[in-house]
């Protein structure tokens, strides 16, 4: 039996699914109960010091378990094996394996020879020509398009953990599309750490961009869908704005973080874009595409934020107006330019995080009210928790509900909404 647990963002998730569909293929499989476990995978996260606290406390609970199950292998995967490699095993000798993202597929390789770490050499296509595309969920599945980052903002540790940017050919990308749409799914979300720097190479040797990658997946009839994540605003081409405008398959809905709404900050995280570039981004996009719903992520209390920067990404946010955004409090990394100055004091950085959560909170809640009595279209993906309960996503990416004793799963229906919160919707066919 395996066990795998997935921290972080939708890449990880993917590699999750990768690892679980390799082990499957070699006879194993999965549980839930982590005492069953044979083998257990901890594919973690190193993005804030909070995920990385969390890796190390369920390293913890591990050991216990291993304590009553002296069969149990313990992997640790992902970026935190990355960024730490054979100093985790050294914190924590219950670890029995560290392998990095980029080198998951020589796992079960590992652990037959008892080799203890693989991390850190950067192989790229490599891992992708050894992995087994199986679909572990009926209506939409992750893809990763791209890996990596070459940005290199101030207080990010991606570029360190997940190496330098690096696009997968078109041809496998759709190869492996047509995997998951044979099982049926119906909604493909592509990948990136920064997805729109995509400029994989097509079949005549030529690099292709991403508007050209979505163009090329829409022709493939099973595909009902497509959406993608995370996108740079430095990245976010005319091509791709204007498949925005043209393509009906590709979701009206942008997840594009900015940081922070102040200039100044911006220079100092390295984003080389100001307030404005972002604002005229978002005017061209909603020209083509006014119902695009816009979603960012925001870090408060970063090194020298004053009230009044702060003052400027509330401003921004009221201009904007987001439909859903992730927002979070500076922490400093190691291995990052920013990591020496942690300058806002703790209680100021927790009290900027509830007024600009509670702003977007208030712009949630205000855009799925506007929902009710209208008629939208839902993919609906999975059970819910109640009998006759159904969870789909509108085209906008919001969470909706349904009672209904009709098959619905896997179905994209055209439904009204009857009732909202700040995050979820309920409806009717
Ligand atoms: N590639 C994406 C983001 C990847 S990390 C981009 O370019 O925006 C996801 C989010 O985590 C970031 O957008 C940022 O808001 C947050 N984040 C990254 N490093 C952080 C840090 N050191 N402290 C707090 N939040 C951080
Ligand atoms: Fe990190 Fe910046 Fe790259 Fe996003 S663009 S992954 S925030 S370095
Ligand atoms: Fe975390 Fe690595 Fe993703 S640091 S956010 S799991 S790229």
Redesign the pocket.
Known sequence: FIYIKSYG?QMNVYDSNRMKDMFLDKGYKLTNNIEKANLTILNTCH??EKAVEKVYSDIGRVKKIKANNKEMKLVVSGCVAQAEGIEIKKRSPSVDFVVGPQSYHQLPDMIKNSEKVVNSDFLQNEKFKNLVYKSSKLSSEFLSIQEG?D?F?S????PYTRGPEFSRPVKDIIDETKKYTENGVKEIILLG??VNAYHGKSDDGKSKDLAYLISKISEIDHVKRIRYM?S?PRDMKETLINEHANNPKLMPFLHL?I?SGSDEILKKMNRKHTVDDYLILVDKIRNVRPDIALSS???VGFPDETDKDFENTMKFIEKVKFVIA?S??????PGTPAQYKDNVDHAEKKARLAALQSLLTEQQLEYNKSFINKNVEVLFEKKGRYDNQYIGRTIYNQSTFINSNKKILNKILNVKITNSTNFALECQT
């Not at 207080?155 to 991606?158: H, K, S, W």
């Not at 979070?328 to 990394?333: G, L, Q, V």
């Open positions: 963002c993005i804030r980052c940005k903002c207080f990010c540790v991606v750490q920064n995370t740079h973080p940081q992520d925001f870090i992730y979070f409090t500076y922490s400093p990394r």
